[in-house]
């Protein structure tokens, strides 16, 4: 009995999103971009939702590419509204009233 024939994989979407991933490696991790705000933050939703997209469509034999645009545009945009949702938050909790000013103090050195 012999094994049922695989479809070949299409490598186009598996090869854009090994570079989308190791490009956030660099940003996120060796250059420590995370400065750049925003679009870290949408880079971060486009690898994150790009791994399944690309992944189907590189191994699913006509997995509508439709569905993969509209997957990235709504895992940009979740991470975007879930990131300013949190940093807003957090601020929030870790914010702390001011404190009045302090006298300065005096030495106490011996004249």
Same mark, same amino acid.
């Given at each position: 009995?012999?094994?049922?024939? /695989?479809? #070949?994989?299409? +490598?186009?979407?598996?090869? $854009?999103?090994? =570079?989308?991933? %190791?490009?956030?490696?660099? @940003? *996120?991790?060796?250059?420590?971009?995370?400065?750049?705000? /925003?679009? #870290?933050?949408? +880079?971060?939703?486009?690898? $994150?939702?790009? =791994?399944?997209? %690309?992944?189907?469509?590189? @191994? *699913?034999?006509?997995?509508?590419?439709?569905?993969?645009?509209?997957?990235?545009?709504?895992?940009?945009?979740?991470?975007?509204?879930? =990131?300013?949702?949190?940093?807003?938050?957090?601020?929030?909790?870790?914010?702390?009233?001011?404190?009045?000013?302090?006298?300065?103090?005096?030495?106490?050195?011996?004249?």
């Amino acid at each position: 009995m012999t094994a049922p024939s /695989l479809p #070949a994989p299409n +490598l186009s979407p598996a090869r $854009t999103w090994l =570079t989308t991933y %190791l490009v956030a490696a660099v @940003v *996120f991790a060796v250059l420590d971009l995370a400065w750049l705000g /925003l679009v #870290a933050v949408r +880079l971060y939703g486009f690898v $994150t939702y790009s =791994t399944w997209d %690309l992944t189907s469509m590189a @191994v *699913f034999p006509d997995f509508p590419l439709t569905m993969v645009l509209v997957d990235l545009a709504w895992g940009v945009t979740a991470c975007v509204v879930v =990131t300013a949702i949190t940093t807003r938050l957090l601020r929030s909790l870790l914010s702390t009233p001011s404190m009045p000013s302090m006298p300065p103090t005096h030495s106490t050195k011996a004249r």
